[in-house]
């Protein structure tokens, strides 16, 4: 298997709702990564997970909470978002994050529109 | 902080050509990666090729080779013998190896146009 997934593929939420967007990945990668994308831009990076840690935090708002509840699983949690929130959220994976890089497995997305 | 710059919003190419797509960084480090991934509107990031800094001979895979210029800070890609499958928006990637600061930074991507 060498594919990240990611559910659901796109999502509309309220600004009062509470949704969560799911990766998971079975290559046996250390390094877990959500990354946020509005259209026609680069992906903004969000929240690093290594080895199941929490390692780098963009200072997202609180409104954005990660989880990382095994090696093969990255939820993001989503609570009292803005309009501003909607965009593509992309969730990657590798080996390691360290020196060595053999490059990220990006999964397809989440498209997340909030009304 | 290292930037990179890509100063080709958009790109057309005829089917079975070949074009090349320019990308400059600034970074004071030696030691680091760069990358070339490829976004379809499928919207998955897709690694294309990949060069390590300390490595002077330049990436080839399949159609994609790379023109690795480390003193111009300069890393273009070029894709010969073009197929409509090779539209997409193409980001170029510096990444750091400096302990602690391994994350990705992107250039603002190329919309590459491939003309049947």
């Known amino acids: 298997d060498t594919e990240v997934t990611q559910t659901p593929k796109h999502l509309v939420m309220g600004m009062t709702n509470k949704k969560s967007l799911k990766c998971e990945q079975h290559?046996?990668?250390?390094?877990m990564y959500w990354y946020k994308q509005k259209a026609k831009k680069p992906p903004e990076l969000m929240f690093v997970?290594?080895?199941?840690?929490?390692?780098i935090n963009e200072s997202v708002p609180s409104r954005f909470s990660p989880e990382c509840p095994n090696s093969s699983l990255l939820n993001l949690h989503l609570h009292a978002l803005q309009p501003e929130d909607s965009a593509l959220y992309l969730c990657?994976?590798?080996?390691?994050?360290?020196?060595?890089?053999?490059?990220?497995?990006f999964g397809s997305g989440t498209r997340l529109t909030v009304v | 902080a290292q930037t990179v710059t890509q100063s080709q919003p958009e790109m057309s190419v005829q089917e079975a050509e070949t074009v090349t797509l320019s990308c400059t960084y600034d970074?004071?480090?030696?030691?680091?990666?760069l990358f070339w991934y490829k976004q379809p509107p499928s919207r998955q990031m897709i690694l294309v090729i990949r060069?390590?800094?300390?490595?002077?001979q330049n990436a080839t895979e399949n159609r994609f080779s790379v023109n690795f210029q480390k003193a111009a800070k300069s890393f273009s890609l070029k894709i010969s013998d073009s197929q409509l499958g090779d539209a997409a928006m193409y980001f170029c990637?510096?990444?750091?190896?400096?302990?602690?600061?391994?994350?990705?930074?992107f250039g603002t991507g190329t919309r590459l146009k491939v003309l049947a």
């Open positions: 290559m046996g990668h250390r390094a």
């Open positions: 990657a994976s590798s080996q390691e994050h360290s020196r060595n890089s053999y490059g990220y497995t």
């Open positions: 990637a510096y990444r750091s190896q400096t302990s602690g600061t391994y994350k990705y930074i």
């Open positions: 997970y290594s080895y199941e840690k929490l390692s």
């Open positions: 970074t004071s480090e030696s030691d680091y990666y």
């Open positions: 060069q390590e800094a300390y490595k002077q």
